[in-house]
């Protein structure tokens, strides 16, 4: 089946440095949408990418769907305190029924 | 707009009991869907539904019924708990708008059974 693997599982990052995150995917997606989980919630939609080599950003974030359409990434620029969580990617195939397949998520955390 | 609301938000239960996770949604989404997430392994669809009285498997159904006689309720039962269940429960929901698949996400049900 459809596999999603997303990193870095985990970013250890000082408050104010850029961060980079990753997913790639064994198969053609035709969506990608990147979520946030804070501690104690459920995912909170950030970005969501419907076409090849299309850039959207929101805010300090900006986020990728890639040519070949097998991966996507999201970077976040001078982060802050409140951008620690849980980080994941979804991606979703044509004829699906709107299911989604999930990345395994990327923890980021500030260092003190 | 109360969005997706879970209930209840903790639960402990013995091995065998059985129990229901209720979800509601008030924004009239056609689609709903019951994921658990455990650590490192992201979320995983246990079953969903495309509307009233329609109701199919995800990826971990065993264990687990759903029913969806309303629009606005999805509730997920557990018919005999296991500890393998212990998870955080979270119910989904989204509306068919051309290619737009952001779902809404309730706030989750953690779930331990002993």
């Known amino acids: 089946g459809q596999q999603l693997n997303q990193s870095p599982q985990s970013m250890f990052i000082q408050e104010g440095e850029d961060v980079s995150m990753n997913c790639t995917s064994s198969?053609?997606?035709?969506?990608w949408l990147w979520y946030k989980q804070d501690p104690g919630e459920g995912p909170v939609l950030l970005i969501a990418?419907?076409?090849a080599g299309e850039l959207t950003s929101n805010g300090r974030l900006t986020a990728q769907f890639g040519i070949t359409r097998k991966d996507s990434f999201l970077n976040i620029s001078a982060s802050i305190p409140s951008d620690v969580g849980i980080y994941f990617c979804?991606?979703?195939?044509?004829?699906?029924?709107?299911?989604?397949?999930w990345g395994a998520g990327t923890k980021l955390i500030i260092k003190p | 707009n109360a969005g997706v609301t879970q209930t209840p938000k903790f639960q402990v239960l013995k091995t065998g009991q059985s129990m229901t996770l209720q979800c509601a949604q008030d924004m009239n989404h056609e689609y709903m869907s019951w994921y658990r997430q455990d650590p490192g392994m992201g979320l995983r669809l246990i079953h969903y539904?495309?509307?009233?009285?329609?109701?199919d498997q995800g990826e971990v159904p065993n264990g687990y019924n759903v029913s969806r006689s309303t629009t606005e309720d999805f509730p997920l039962r557990l018919l005999s708990a296991a500890p393998s269940q212990t998870s955080v429960y979270f119910c989904?929901?989204?509306?068919?708008?051309?290619?737009?698949?952001?779902?809404?996400f309730g706030s989750g049900t953690r779930l331990t059974v002993v």
């Open positions: 539904s495309v509307g009233a009285g329609i109701t």
């Open positions: 989904a929901s989204t509306n068919n708008r051309g290619d737009y698949y952001g779902y809404t």
């Open positions: 979804a991606g979703q195939g044509r004829g699906s029924n709107y299911q989604l397949i």
């Open positions: 990418l419907y076409k």
């Open positions: 198969s053609i997606f035709n969506t």
